[in-house]
């Protein structure tokens, strides 16, 4: 790799850490056989430890290509099809309503014109999902948040388990119809739930069999045990002043103990050297060490565009996003050059601070691991550093 974009890059970041932006972060930045990992700050603003390679980070969303693939292995071995309707076992959605259009009254519905299949699930086109809008913008929002809480970041303590989840949402109507429009999060924990119920396992366990353990994951699972939680960074959000404010503690946190809903949406913890062994897979389009773990038919579809100009359209997504981006099975896809990445290129963002991308053509992949949430759409001071100069370190085109 370069040697001056590379020490421009670690001084950059290690100035934002000296700024207070962050207290720590590690880096990773693959350009072929090449890895330069960079470590620097502490695991908390106060008390903490110098952060390591080691250093245990909550991934949110970053959990979901994760989940995604160990659910495409689970298509592969025939537990169910990638386009089998969702019913056979969740069958609180074997026959739902959906609302007449997404501002009606919550009693307002009709019949379902489809089933929600299990492509749905995974291309967020399953009728259900986070509302993009201000609190009291529709009759639904409350009808969920009396359900599931309130909006806001992964809170593993408070979840529900997968049945009463699951009971819940099915008595909810849709906001669209199975297909028409994509819409975030909310199908990846109904996945998880499915992906228990197909194994008559705990998703934990079937991600431990399917992903972390083939790769070599030690550290990757939705709670730190009492043995590693020196190693976990202290998480915390951005207050109106822009400093920072405690989220989630180390010890005694949300991360430290079994939740009652093991979410593939966002209840993933991890280091930099598992996303890196989870990297290597997805660089090798499923093969890792000389093994294929998903077929070459799976992972295409996993790393296409899946969605329609209708499907992206009135989504109250980031503005411009769709423009430039798709969405494949469990992750975004770069459709449109730019930004420093090619066409073809895969990854996202967890929203308490990290965030993963990698373009296997280059055989380029960036990992950024933070605990400053994202409190809005626009990426943090330390992401702007970090992938604004990735391309000069990894190749990138665009």
């Known amino acids: 790799m370069p040697v001056e974009a590379l020490e421009k890059l670690h001084a950059d970041l290690a100035a934002n850490v000296t700024a207070g932006e962050v207290p720590g972060l590690v880096t990773a930045v693959v350009r072929g056989d090449d890895v330069d990992v960079f470590c620097a700050g502490a695991t908390a603003v106060e008390g903490g430890v110098p952060v390591r390679r080691d250093t245990i980070f909550r991934i949110a969303s970053m959990t979901k290509p994760m989940a995604a693939f160990a659910a495409l292995r689970l298509i592969d071995e025939g537990r169910f099809g990638l386009d089998e309707p969702v019913g056979r076992l969740l069958p609180e959605l074997a026959a739902p309503r959906v609302l007449r259009e997404l501002g009606a009254p919550v009693g307002d519905t009709v019949p379902v014109e489809r089933a929600i299949v299990v492509r749905d699930l995974l291309a967020f086109t399953a009728g259900f999902g986070v509302v993009m809008a201000g609190p009291g913008t529709y009759p639904i929002q409350a009808e969920i948040e009396a359900a599931f809480g309130p909006p806001g970041p992964p ?37 998880g739930v499915l992906m228990a119920r197909a194994t008559g396992a705990s998703l934990d366990e079937v991600l431990r069999e399917y992903l972390f353990e083939p790769l070599g994951m030690p550290d990757t699972g939705f709670w730190v045990t009492e043995g590693a939680v020196g190693r976990l960074a202290v998480s915390y959000t951005v207050g109106a002043d822009g400093g920072l404010e405690l989220f ?81 099975l469990g992750l975004a896809v770069r459709t449109v050059a730019g930004d420093g990445e090619s066409a073809g290129s895969y990854g996202w963002s967890g929203g308490l601070g990290t965030a993963w991308a990698c373009d296997p053509a280059l055989g380029s992949a960036g990992i950024l691991l933070t605990q400053r949430a994202m409190t809005s759409p626009v990426p943090n001071p330390v992401m702007n550093a970090f992938w604004s100069q990735v391309p000069a370190v990894t190749g990138w085109v665009g």
């Open 155 to 191: 809170r593993p303590a408070h979840t529900l388990p997968g049945d009463e989840y699951l009971a819940r949402l099915g008595a909810l109507p849709l906001l669209h119809q199975p297909g028409a429009q994509w819409m975030y999060n909310t199908a990846s924990d109904v996945l």
């Open 248 to 328: 989630d503690p180390a010890r005694g946190g949300q991360w430290t103990a079994p939740p009652p809903l093991e979410s593939a949406a966002g209840g993933l913890v991890s280091t930099v050297d598992d996303c890196l062994a989870f990297t290597r897979l997805m660089l090798g389009r499923g093969v890792v060490g000389g093994r294929r773990l998903l077929s070459g038919e799976l992972f295409a579809e996993m790393t296409r565009d899946q969605l329609s100009p209708a499907q992206k359209a009135h989504t109250e997504w980031v503005p411009g996003f769709f423009d430039t981006h798709g969405w494949g």
